[in-house]
């Protein structure tokens, strides 16, 4: 059996040493919890995800998924995937003990599906949705609606999708033109064709509990006109078991660059005009239901951009140190034998970058998993608001940062195994094709910088960017008088001060009615304060890393040199970069703004 | 039938205002050819692309090469797509008239090449290789080995292949262990395993002359000695025509990421102690032919990478003209219409970046392809001597530039088309996949780095990079006085100085003994230089375009206007970014070369 291409020492690093996460136990949420329950449920994680995700990671890819007798057909090792995580009580894990769940903290809910992720994200999927799905209906559903569905979603009977993409509207949720009809007994009509549903038709589960976004007729046009519906693939019957279809049909299967072991697809609702769906909360409220979620599912979209870049640095790491090849350039003798790669500069380059890319993405994905718990039950209402604001600021990084370098990270991987990283023997190039995606679904990169300038750090007064600076500014403060650490302390504070003035030069810009110009170069600034929050992300590691070093020994002494050197690594060669970014776009850069359609 | 997605106004931009290709028939091996032949060559490249190669590109993709009855099959057509370019002379094209050639100038027959590649650079693949291996075989090869080989070559009844790479050695050519042992007669026993040997076996052609390096028995260690041989797949028999088997096997299909329309593979030489190979030049001098061909295979390379670039660029761009959706950030309200999203700030982005860095890099590939003329047919030596060296220190450059920034490229046409670009029912992420490759093959990214800083830069005591810092300041007077690039030429020459200072301090280190710390960071070294090279292609192509839109109307002035504005992102979003480079390689940053194995 294969190892897990994850790293069990950086996640314990990450949850106890970093994010001290036994902590939340003092929350009666949580008493039941400790390190102890939080380690079992890791380890069952890891075991399960080597046992049943890694080894058909490939084969999903490589068959993906077929029409058998007119049935949606992925691999059946994923069934075999679905249950025994379902069965573990996974698709619980951080609901409520009185519906049947394991009242574990969000963030080691992420830390366990992280090891999903590694041995398959196309696999694991199925969970996603589902948990997705299964999310809404808990926080929104009517009590009616969670007794019929929501067990059943727990406990991996039914699995779930989100409908919320058209063919016509794509980002564009505005223009969502899926119609809900009311059909006298309180249900719905529903007609309209989404896309890019994933998940959307297979034999995994007794039945498929789509989240459909939708328009109740003679709702308002605009994004103030959109409701949220549950539609099933299956009606219930009186006794709640699933029976008469409910004219839901996939009508297609799209072949993609990645993913292949699940569709992705378009699906027809109410074709023959008998589809009926049930409204979830109130009527055009859908959008801020979904909005509402929308930071836990982003998380789970950063945590696969972060996993996949820990892949292919575990995969391309274990290859470069077992393939000779070369010589250092101060060596000129044929005769001495070849090195490992990675004793070569520009692969220790590689690697490193994909070390700082893939390790600080997972550290800020699991610090901002930890936001939710906070939120929710930090003791002071202090606490939650400010946990609620540094949340909603950094989801837009949180989802796009490891999308974008996680992505770059597994170029770097294919890149260390040069031809062989091209080829389908070695994972890597797999891991670029799947990680490709996710600057794409749950929101563009683009989308996410239009919600990040746009909305998150100028709402409330910029409470939620200031929340944000004040964090960072508590770790230059201790990082300031370490001797190791100061240096990097003030580099830090000076690209903040930087960011801070370019946000708000761009917030005036904003408000004094220079809206498209603002906003213009919003993908630019997602990356500048992408590299801030990096940043800063890694100084908290090395603080931590540092302070557990002196005494260290062994493989820890090198683990958390490992830490460091990879911080002073975002310091040297990334963080740099903010500067000529901020003037750009502190200048207000009308350079693409103004390039005219008939030039191109 | 569907456009071939190469500008054909940019391909004349490039050729005959930018470069003046026309000045080369001037010279008597061109003196026959003017703009009429050379358009008459393009225009039949391009309707053979757009007839034979572009249909293909995507089933060669899905269908790659089978096994059939034992035979390596790719998809039929493209036996009709190799012998429509071969039957119109493409083989042949810049070749003496005495063997059969058209004389062409190499930058036009590049040029051409472009077509054929933007119609499907897999199916390319055979010529391209073919022509590689004729181009050694007429350089070095005895009159003997020419007459029974090229002519055959040259009018596609033999196709060629380049065998380098071995499993045990891949970038490390001091290690190949490939043996030849004298046979008696002339020939050479070969024996040794190669591997990601492009088109070894096929049924397009009577037979496969592959061109191998390896050693004769007794040569020296290391790069010293190793030699070149021809090695055909059938002996030739008395009358000169393919005979008996040669003991080449080709012994594996290699899944790739991309290029499935063509195979790239291990081979076999001399499994059974069978196979004869014939030395061409002299012994232990394989590896000096090999690199005096490698400017020449290497700007093959960036021209596919420039290429894929520009096919993305039309295939978003046309896609973002045609798709509406969502409104401007100042346009809140919903009743209006959504717009194209070409009028989106943040898709203009990603267009204007593609047009900067596709048609930047096929502008530098077609200008080091007039080198290669201009080396060999200038008027006077120094002439000829000085293209030489910008060629020489340019080389590395046109390899990786459009590899590295034509992959990028790629990547944001699949992030225009979102979910869409995602999809096998667009072409963009093919190219995103078959671009990936080029920064592995024929000398990986970081080779063409130590190449540059290791060996070009220093070479003749720095005279090659003088004159290509002379060439840039030849453009920065040019364009001081235009008072719209005035401000430009400025900016490039602040960058110009920053990067030769950085290089002298480089060289200064390598002289003094710091190898290993000097060339640790050559990749971001070849980047830097990298990015002033395509700022100074950019404002070359401004002055011509700046000069011609004076008086310019409709479709010209916009064409004129583009370019502009594609040199104005380039000055404003890209050169800046050296300025940090510079002050991390001036300072021999050592984070990566002091990053430990066992802190990864």
Redesign the interface.
Known sequence: MSELPLSARDVEFLLYELLDVERLCEHPRFGEHGRESFDAMLGTARRIAEERFLPYHRKADEEGVKLVDGKVTPIPETKAAYDAAAEAGFLAAHHDEAVGGLQLPWVVTQAAFAHFKAGSVQLFSYHFLTIAAANMLATFGSEEQKALYLPRMLDGRFTGTMAL?EP?????L??LSTKATPSGDGSYRIKGAK??TSCAEHELSENIIHMVLGRIEGA?????GISLFLVPRYRLDRGGEPGEPNDVVMTGM?????WHGNT?SPVNFGENDDCLGWLIGEPHRGLFYMFSMMNEARIGIGLGGAVLACCGYSAS?AYA?E????????NKD??SP?V?I????????M??AQ?AYAEGSLALVLYAASLVDEQKTAPDAAARKRAGLLLDVLTPIVKSYPAEYG?LAN?HA??VL??Y?????FPV?QY??DN??N???EG???IQ??DLL?RKVGMEDGAAFTALATAIEDTIEEARGDNALGAMAGELADALECVKETTWALLAAKDGGE??LA?????LYLDTLGQVVIAWTWLRQAVVAAARATGASGKNA??Y??KL?AC??IF??EL??T??QC??LAGL?A??????????
């Open positions: 993409t016509q509207a794509g980002s564009g505005a223009d896309i890019f308002p046009q605009g994004t103030k799209l072949e993609k660059m990645g992705s790491l140190r393939r000779p090849q070369g010589r250092l350039p101060s044929p005769d070849p490992a990675v004793e070569h500069a520009d692969i220790k380059r690697l490193l070390k992505t170029s294919v890149q040069g031809g990283g091209y080829t389908k023997d190039e670029l094709r490709r995606l600057a794409i679904h563009t990169t683009g910088a239009l746009g809206i498209d906003l213009a170069n919003a993908t090198n683990f040199a490992g050197q002073r690594y040297r060669w740099p970069k500067g000529q003037a750009l850069d350079t693409t703004l103004e390039m005219q359609d008939e030039w191109f």
